[in-house]
């Protein structure tokens, strides 16, 4: 089925060229969140990633800077010229994360959480929609449903892997939803290596098997140093791994007669 691109800030996913968010799984400092962009936007992401309000499956684990990054990521964006995404996990945030990100990211664990979906159904910003961890795809595009229900047709929907009877890796990364997706929906579909995985040696060979299957884009996790990560350091690249991915990816793509999308 022809997909129906989605624009966040400057740039178009789902159309003609390959899209690819990256950034740190959570914004931690201005140190470490305006570094990461700029590595990641030299190496030539598009759009910018970082987490403000974390969903986490301790409650001691870091949760977020919450609020007080407002700021910071409005200022860095700007700088750097880059669309942001951020995750909203309760709908009391939206009305002051609207004046922050270009989309609103809905995480694995809120994939079923419909009143969020219909808050999100009457925003005007695009919505990365992550697959529930355990998530049927029907019961994901269900999901995206809920959006569209409230007028919002931006949606795009991220594959992160799920939980299957595999405990070898963190998650089972489902290329076959890819597929699925391109072929039975209009959504742009990108695929987000990091939590799919969890483990970042991992993270470059899954990014290639994904553009190769047809994904629109990637959305992958880096660190200035992994090993000091208050989220997933295990499965995040560091600038120099991330520049080689982005070097082995435009070669794949161009193998398909595909591009990168750049920043102009
Ligand atoms: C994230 O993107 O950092 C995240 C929490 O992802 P997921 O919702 O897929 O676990
Ligand atoms: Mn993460």
């Given at each position: 089925m022809k997909t129906t691109p989605v624009k966040i800030a400057n740039i178009t996913i789902g159309g003609p060229e390959f899209t690819v968010i990256a950034g740190p799984c959570s914004v931690e400092s201005q140190e470490q969140f305006s570094s990461t962009g700029l590595a990641v936007k030299k190496s030539g992401a598009s759009l910018l990633r970082g987490g403000i309000f974390k969903l986490r499956t301790r409650p001691e684990s870091f949760q977020g800077l919450g609020s007080s990054a407002f700021s910071m990521a409005k200022e860095i964006k700007s700088q750097l010229g880059m669309g942001f995404i951020s995750e909203v996990t309760d709908p009391r945030?939206?009305?002051?994360l609207d004046d922050v990100v270009d989309a609103f990211q809905v995480g694995s664990r809120n994939m079923h959480n419909y009143e969020l979906l219909k808050e999100l159904g009457k925003t005007d910003k695009p919505i990365v929609l992550k697959r529930g961890l355990s998530g049927l795809i029907k019961e994901w595009l269900h999901a995206a449903e809920y959006i569209l229900s409230q007028g919002n047709e931006q949606i795009v929907l991220c594959e992160r892997g799920i939980r299957t009877f595999e405990t070898a890796t963190r998650n089972t990364f489902d290329l076959n939803a890819v597929a699925y997706i391109k072929e039975n929906t209009p959504f742009p579909i990108i695929a987000d290596p990091?939590?799919?995985t969890g483990k970042s040696s991992f993270v470059t060979?899954?990014?290639l098997a994904a553009a190769a299957a047809g994904a629109d884009g990637l959305m992958i996790e880096v660190h200035p140093n992994p090993a000091d990560a208050k989220s997933d350091g295990p499965?995040?690249?560091n600038f120099n791994e991330f520049n080689l991915l982005m070097t082995q990816l435009e070669r794949v793509l161009e193998s398909l007669d595909r591009k990168l999308g750049k920043l102009i």
């Open positions: 945030q939206i009305g002051d990091s939590h799919a060979p899954l990014s499965q995040s690249l």
